[in-house]
Structures are given as structure tokens and as C-alpha cells.
């Protein structure tokens, strides 16, 4: 079946640095692909999509590129904030489905 | 309402009792989810309805889990005799028509069965 693989947390970063979250994913056909975002106390919000093959979905300086030959979709961000301190989750939307599949999740910490 | 609301946002059961969690979903959404996020996971897909129809339900872990949509608004979960395995966050999910629009979550509901 569908499934989404990130890697474990928690990522400890000082502010500033560079943060990578890698996913991968298995799914046949060409799935849309996620990431959400928990802040603390908060509900999941999308944070960006890509909904085909080398589309790069961005949104508040974090970047993905939907990489098919690699079943991938990391997620990049250049300079991190202690704001940006959460939870992120990938996530597959199968071409003909309606329910997401998401990975574990990973925990990053941002120190001032 | 501004987003998904989920009520109770705590619920702490004594074994074998039953529970109702509450979604109310944003106004229009023609679409509803519920997940159950396991502590330190990511969400398990549960139920999905479209308007009042359960198209969905391939989620639910047991016949003790059974969930409900009545007037296509507003969702019911119902966990009968709970056991500790249920102890999780469970999470409602609404979105507009179209399956590529975004799908907009409520703050979940944690149960601990005790």
C-alpha cells in the first residue's frame, strides 16, 4: 500500500542554520504531495504542495521539489527561525483518492 | 466559523466506557475526514464523508468505532467500550469541493482511556 517515510526526529538546529527534512514516498501512479506543519497547541496547516513531477511548492522560505525518479519531496529551508520550532509531517494525496497518507512526522527545534 | 472546531478538546474514559467526539466543519466544506494520530505519529486515516454519505470508513480499526454525518454538516465520532489502545488525538479534516483543495484541520480531540 500507499506509504511516506521522513526522517526521525527530534532535529536540534541554532537559528540561521540550514534545515532538510527528507521524505520519501511509495504510491503507484503520480500521487500530489505535502507538508504539513504543527506548531505547538495548534492544529496541522499545510504548509506547501507540489501536484506533479518537478513542481516546487514554497511558502514562508521552506522549499520542495516533487522528485519522481526518486520518490521524493524534501523539504529546505536556508535560514531557520526559533519560530519555525514544530512538528512537520509529509503526506501523499493518491491521483484518485481522497484521504492523505502521512509519514511519522519530525520534530525540529530552533535555538536561539 | 473561522476553521474546524472539535469539542471536547480533552476526554479522559475509564475502560470498556463509551465516548462522542464532535467536528463541526467549516461552513460549505462538502468534505469531511477523521484521523487518529497515536502519540509521536503521524494521522491514520479513519472516515471519510462526502455531504452526508460515509464514502469511506476502510480506517476504522474495529466495529467499536462508528462515526456519523447526518445533516452533512456537523460530525459525530463514537468510540463504544473503549479500551487503552484508543488513547490517541483524534482529528477532523474539512475541504471545499475539489480534491487538490487545501483540506483545513481542527485542534483534535485527546483521549486517554484509562
Known amino acids: 500500500g500507499d506509504s511516506v517515510t521522513q526522517m526521525e526526529g527530534p532535529v536540534t538546529l541554532s537559528e540561521e542554520a540550514f534545515l532538510t527534512i527528507n521524505c520519501t514516498y511509495t504510491?503507484?501512479?503520480?500521487?500530489?504531495l505535502f507538508w504539513y506543519v504543527q506548531y505547538p497547541g495548534e492544529g496541522l496547516q499545510l504548509l506547501l504542495k507540489?501536484?506533479?513531477?518537478?513542481d516546487k511548492g514554497s511558502n514562508k522560505g521552506f522549499e520542495a521539489t516533487y522528485r519522481k525518479e526518486t520518490t521524493s519531496f524534501h523539504l529546505e529551508k536556508g535560514s531557520v527561525q526559533v519560530s519555525d520550532s514544530a512538528v512537520y509531517f509529509c503526506?501523499?494525496?493518491?491521483?484518485?483518492?481522497?484521504?492523505?497518507?502521512f509519514g511519522g512526522g519530525t520534530r525540529v527545534l530552533v535555538k536561539p | 466559523g473561522a476553521g474546524v472546531s472539535q469539542s471536547p478538546r480533552y476526554k479522559v474514559a475509564k475502560r470498556g466506557q463509551d465516548v462522542a467526539l464532535r467536528c463541526d466543519p467549516i461552513?460549505?466544506?462538502?468534505?469531511l475526514f477523521w484521523y487518529q494520530q497515536a502519540l509521536g505519529q503521524g494521522p491514520e486515516f479513519l472516515t471519510y464523508?462526502?455531504?452526508?454519505?460515509?464514502?469511506?470508513k476502510s480506517g476504522l480499526p474495529s466495529d467499536r468505532f462508528f462515526a456519523e454525518r447526518p445533516e452533512g454538516s456537523v460530525s459525530t465520532l463514537k468510540i463504544q467500550r473503549t479500551q487503552q489502545e484508543d488513547s490517541a488525538v483524534y482529528l477532523c479534516?474539512?475541504?471545499?469541493?475539489?480534491?487538490?483543495?487545501?483540506?483545513?484541520f481542527g485542534q483534535g480531540t485527546r483521549l486517554t482511556v484509562v
Open positions: 479534516a474539512s475541504r471545499s469541493t475539489g480534491r487538490d483543495t487545501e483540506a483545513f
Open positions: 504510491a503507484t501512479g503520480y500521487p500530489s
Open positions: 507540489a501536484t506533479k513531477a518537478d
Open positions: 503526506a501523499l494525496l493518491k491521483a484518485a483518492g481522497n484521504k492523505l497518507t
Open positions: 461552513s460549505g466544506h462538502v468534505s
Open positions: 464523508f462526502q455531504n452526508e454519505a460515509q464514502l469511506d
